[in-house]
């Protein structure tokens, strides 16, 4: 009784310590002066509307929004093929063209930033455009749908793409009719991933934006510098209730336990 009684009192903690910081940054949102103090000198919700209304938060934003969702497209597109095609033919370096795309993620982001940096601005000439911060951003997330959709790949029973077989349909088939449908969930997980992450990534699309492109992050640290103003503190907010929306989606549409790592037994 008594474990229970402090297993419960050490989660209770641990659930305030690190919810603190979001509750004060939403406390120093609703500052009604333009003062960054909590707790808040007045209540006010008018920095929000300003995310909207002032043309450099509202640009950013929507750069933030399409990196992110052109991103979470090219980085899904090429985690499906890659995972299908290591899961369905068992190669024996297999392992290492996992690994291989691991490795973008590995790495500091900096060196991912930098490395892609020099390949736009001396190879291709072709620098300062959002297509760059997408396609990075693509190939430097792609891990996340990979995970997922090879979670989704292992869980599918062999004995359904034998009976398909048996059946007369041939690979094309047994993919769009069995296995599509059955990683799809598997597929939207990945990509909501790779959107709030995506959404949040400062480093690559400070180097690759130049100053020409510029994301909701890079907006937030420009306006940090010229001064302190309680919008900073209402986008963090939108931040939070974004990735709360989108992963309760997850949660919602995909097998929410099992991309956590609880694998069910087999039966």
């Known amino acids: 009784m008594m474990v229970t009684v402090w297993k419960r009192i050490f989660i209770a903690s641990m659930f305030i310590v690190l919810s603190a910081p979001l509750f004060i940054v939403a406390g120093v ?12 000198m ?18 950013a934003l929507t750069n933030s929004l399409i990196i992110a969702g052109c991103g979470g497209l090219v980085a899904v597109s090429i985690a499906l093929p890659t995972s299908y095609f290591l899961w369905r033919y068992r190669v024996t370096y297999a392992k290492f063209l996992f690994g291989l795309g691991l490795v973008p993620f590995s790495l500091p982001p900096v060196i991912t930033a930098l490395g892609m940096l020099i390949f736009w601005a001396q190879w291709v000439g072709y620098v300062g455009r959002i297509e760059n911060i997408i396609l990075a951003h ?10 997922m959709i090879s979670l989704g790949l292992e869980s ?22 069995i296995i ?9 997980a990945g990509y909501a991933f790779v959107f709030v992450v995506s959404m949040n990534e400062y480093i ?13 992050p890079v907006q937030i ?8 103003s309680p919008v900073t503190a209402s986008v963090a907010v939108m931040f939070i209730l974004l990735a709360v929306v989108v992963f309760s989606l997850v949660a919602r549409f995909s097998d929410l336990p099992k991309l956590l790592g609880a694998w069910s037994p087999k039966e």
Do not use: C
């Open 29 to 40: 949102s609703l500052n009604a002066k333009k003062v960054m103090f909590f707790p808040p």
């Open 204 to 216: 690559i699309s400070f180097f690759l934006g130049q100053s020409a492109t510029i994301t909701l």
């Open 138 to 147: 693509g190939v430097f997330l792609v891990t996340l749908p990979m995970v």
């Open 180 to 188: 599509l449908p059955m990683v799809i969930p598997y597929m939207f």
């Open 221 to 228: 640290l420009a306006n940090l510098r010229t001064g302190y």
């Open 42 to 59: 007045g209540l006010s919700l008018k920095w929000y509307p300003e995310v909207f209304e002032k043309s450099a938060w509202f640009e």
């Open 156 to 177: 599918i029973d062999k004995e359904h793409l034998e009976a398909a077989e048996t059946m007369g349909a041939d690979r094309r088939q047994t993919f769009f009719t």
